[in-house]
């Protein structure tokens, strides 16, 4: 059974810090995406990594694909309250299902 | 472009009865798939439809039903209402099965 591992599970944090979440698996996925989801609303893609290795940015948001393609990073740069919300990391599997992580709440505070 | 739309947004049914929650995928997809949303299990992953076919199912009881019509509008049914089946059931669509998925609001389902 694939799953994806997401850390921390909580996040509370004072606007202007950096923070860094983490997405791993014991599988490979050939590609991982991130999506954020804020109350009363479905999640919302930010990004898909495909490459081992790759890194995309998204303004102050920075996410890392592992080499090995079983685990990917999210980095965000002087983070703003705007930025709160319950992010998800995803892989697809071969079996035309999406997989998910449990989950990141972030919290910052103004 | 229109979004997913899901409906009815929230929902409250008394146990033992029976719902059902509908789908509208963006225009051109083909591929919808639901998911059912708790704080403590997070997205699960209930089935997937493309043309009309079911692909993948979770692992969910036979209480929950899925269909998809031939403009790929999707339904979901949930028979025999228990407490624990209280979620937010989420609906998302893409063009392919390798494209990243667009996901509705949700329903949001009480079962008192």
């Known amino acids: 059974t694939q799953l994806l591992e997401q850390s921390p599970q909580f996040l509370s944090i004072q606007e202007g810090e950096n923070l860094t979440v983490y997405c791993n698996s014991s599988?490979?996925?050939?590609?991982l995406q991130w999506y954020r989801q804020e109350p009363g609303e479905g999640p919302v893609l930010l990004v898909t990594?495909?490459?081992?290795?790759e890194v995309k940015k998204l303004k102050r948001l920075t996410f890392q694909f592992g080499d090995a393609r079983k685990d990917s990073s999210l980095h965000i740069t002087a983070a703003q309250p705007g930025d709160t919300g319950l992010y998800l990391c995803?892989?697809?599997?071969?079996?035309?299902?999406?997989?998910f992580g449990a989950g990141t709440r972030l919290f910052v505070k103004a | 472009k229109a979004g997913v739309t899901q409906t009815p947004r929230y929902l409250i049914k008394t146990r033992g009865q029976q719902v059902t929650l509908s789908c509208s995928p963006i225009s051109g997809h083909r591929s919808v798939s639901w998911y059912q949303q708790t704080p403590g299990q997070g997205l699960q992953f209930l089935f997937e439809y493309f043309s009309e076919t079911q692909r993948n199912k979770g692992n969910f009881p036979g209480r929950f039903s899925g269909r998809q019509f031939s403009n790929s509008r999707s339904e979901m049914n949930v028979s025999t209402l228990e407490l624990g089946d209280s979620a937010l059931y989420l609906c998302a669509s893409s063009p392919d099965p390798n494209s990243p998925l667009h996901f509705g609001n949700g329903t949001r389902l009480t079962v008192t």
């Open positions: 990594v495909v490459t081992g290795g």
């Open positions: 599988s490979v996925f050939s590609s």
């Open positions: 995803a892989g697809l599997t071969g079996g035309f299902k999406t997989i």
